[in-house]
C-alpha cells in the first residue's frame, strides 16, 4: 500500500501559477509535482546541497543522452490539489465516463465534464471500479438526494457523508444542496501598473491571482520509502530536508508574482492517506506528471486500459548560475491519467536544459524536471 505523508498549505495572500494559455492575467490554481520539486531542489541547493548527490538514486534521461537507472528512489512525489477543512480532493481521472450508464451520460454529461476534482471518498469509489450514478450530485432540476453533492457549481464534487469535514466558511445554513453555491477558491485578475524609464509613462497590465476560502488549499502528498536515509555531506535525512525546505518556501512563495506576496502559505502535516499499491501489469490512476522511459512507452501507454491526458509542459528556468531561459518543452501524462504499470520506479526525471543558442549563455548544469509516476491501483472501467 502507497502511505502518502500529506503536506497542507495554506495560501494566505493567494498565488499566482502558470497556465498553458502563457497569460499573465489567469492562474491556475494548482501546482504539479514538476512545480514542487523544482522549488525544492532551488532551495536544497541553498542551503549547501549537491543537485548531483540529491538526484543519485532517481531514474534520470539527460540531454541527448540514454536513460540513466537510479538505485531506489527514497521518496515520492504527488502533484498538489485542493483541500477544505479535513477534506481532501483528488484530480478527475480521465476515464471517468466509463463509469456511468449511458443514460446518465446523456442526461448529465454536461456536469460530468465540468468536474475537476473529486474528493477522497469519491475517490475511492472509482478506484474499487464501482458504478458512480447514484453517488453524482443531484442536477439543478432534480428534486431527490443523492449520495454526492457538488461545490462550486459542480467543479468540485464530494460524498455526502463528508459534509462535517468542511470548513464553516463554505458551509451552507441549511441543505446540502446550498453547497453547489460555495466557493472553494476564486479567481480574480488583478490591475498592475509598471512605470516606464522614459518619461516615467504608466502601463496598466493585470495579473491573474487565486484566493482560497477561509480552511481551504492545496496539499501534496510524499511516499516515503527511506525518509531516515542521509543526504550527502550534511548529514540531515530526507525527512528533515524536505521540511526545511518547505519553512524556507514559506516566505519565498511558490509561483509567479512573488514580490507581491503571492505564493506565500503555512505548510503543516495533514497525517496519512494510504491507497491501494499497483503491481505490474496492473493499471494506476497518476497522482502527478508522468515521462515515461523509452522502454516503458509500450506497456504504460498502449494497453487497453490506459486512458490518458497528455499536457505540453515548458516554462521558464530560474538559475544561480546564469540568465532566465526558457526550458526546453516535454509532453507528459496530467494527473488523473490512468496508465499500466511496468515496475518499480516508473518514469525518470528529465533534463530540460536549454539546448538553443542564447545571448545569455549556455545554462552550466542540467535542469531536471520531475516525470516519476506516482499512483494508486485502477479498479475502474476504460
Known amino acids: 500500500m502507497p502511505d502518502l505523508a500529506v503536506y497542507n498549505l495554506a495560501f494566505h495572500n493567494g498565488l499566482h501559477a502558470g497556465t498553458a494559455a502563457v497569460r499573465a ?3 491556475a490554481v494548482t501546482f504539479s509535482a514538476g512545480t514542487l520539486f523544482a522549488a525544492v531542489l532551488d532551495v536544497m541547493r541553498r542551503t549547501g546541497l549537491d543537485p548531483a548527490t540529491i538526484v543519485a538514486p532517481f531514474p534520470r534521461t539527460e540531454a541527448g543522452a540514454a536513460p540513466i537507472q537510479g538505485s531506489d528512489p527514497p521518496w515520492l512525489l504527488t502533484s498538489a490539489f485542493p483541500y477544505a477543512g479535513a477534506v481532501r480532493f483528488f484530480p478527475m481521472p480521465v476515464p471517468v465516463q466509463a463509469m456511468f450508464t449511458a443514460q446518465t451520460l446523456r442526461d448529465r454529461g454536461k456536469d460530468i465534464r465540468g468536474v ?5 471518498g469519491i475517490f475511492r469509489q472509482m478506484l474499487a471500479g464501482s458504478l458512480m450514478d447514484a453517488w453524482l ?50 479567481r480574480t485578475s488583478v490591475p498592475r501598473v509598471t512605470v516606464t524609464r522614459a518619461g516615467s509613462a504608466g502601463e496598466l ?23 531516515d536515509d542521509r543526504t550527502g555531506r550534511s548529514g540531515s535525512t530526507w525527512r528533515s530536508v524536505w ?17 507581491a506576496g503571492y505564493g506565500a502559505f503555512k505548510w503543516s502535516q495533514g497525517g496519512t492517506v494510504t491507497l491501494p499499491d499497483a503491481r505490474a501489469g496492473e493499471a494506476m490512476i497518476l497522482l502527478s506528471r508522468y515521462h515515461p522511459r523509452p522502454d516503458e512507452v509500450t506497456a504504460a501507454l498502449t494497453g487497453d486500459r490506459a486512458a490518458y491526458e497528455l499536457v505540453s ?7 544561480w548560475d546564469g540568465a532566465a531561459q526558457r526550458r526546453r518543452r516535454l509532453w507528459m501524462a496530467e494527473a488523473g491519467s490512468v496508465v499500466g504499470v511496468t515496475g518499480w520506479p516508473q518514469g525518470s526525471l528529465v533534463d530540460v536544459q536549454p539546448t538553443y543558442d542564447n545571448s545569455a549563455g549556455a ?19 476504460v
Do not use: N
Request: aromatic fraction near 12%.
Open 313 to 319: 509542459v515548458g516554462g521558464w528556468l530560474r538559475t
Open 25 to 27: 492575467d489567469t492562474s
Open 243 to 259: 521540511e526545511g525546505a518547505l519553512s524556507a518556501l514559506q516566505d519565498d512563495g511558490l509561483g509567479g508574482e512573488r514580490s
Open 205 to 227: 497590465y493585470h495579473v491573474g491571482r487565486a484566493a482560497f476560502a477561509e480552511g481551504c488549499g492545496l496539499w501534496f502528498g510524499i511516499h516515503w520509502r527511506r525518509p
Open 137 to 186: 450530485y443531484p442536477s439543478a432540476t432534480s428534486d431527490g438526494e443523492t449520495k454526492g453533492v457538488a461545490i462550486q457549481g459542480g467543479t468540485f464534487w464530494m460524498a455526502a457523508d463528508e459534509f462535517d469535514g468542511l470548513p464553516t466558511s463554505i458551509k451552507p445554513a441549511r441543505g446540502l444542496r446550498a453547497l453547489s453555491r460555495r466557493i472553494v477558491f476564486r
Open 363 to 381: 545554462v552550466p548544469h542540467p535542469v531536471w524536471r520531475w516525470g516519476l509516476g506516482l499512483g494508486a491501483r485502477w479498479g475502474g472501467g
Open 116 to 120: 475537476r476534482f473529486i474528493s477522497e
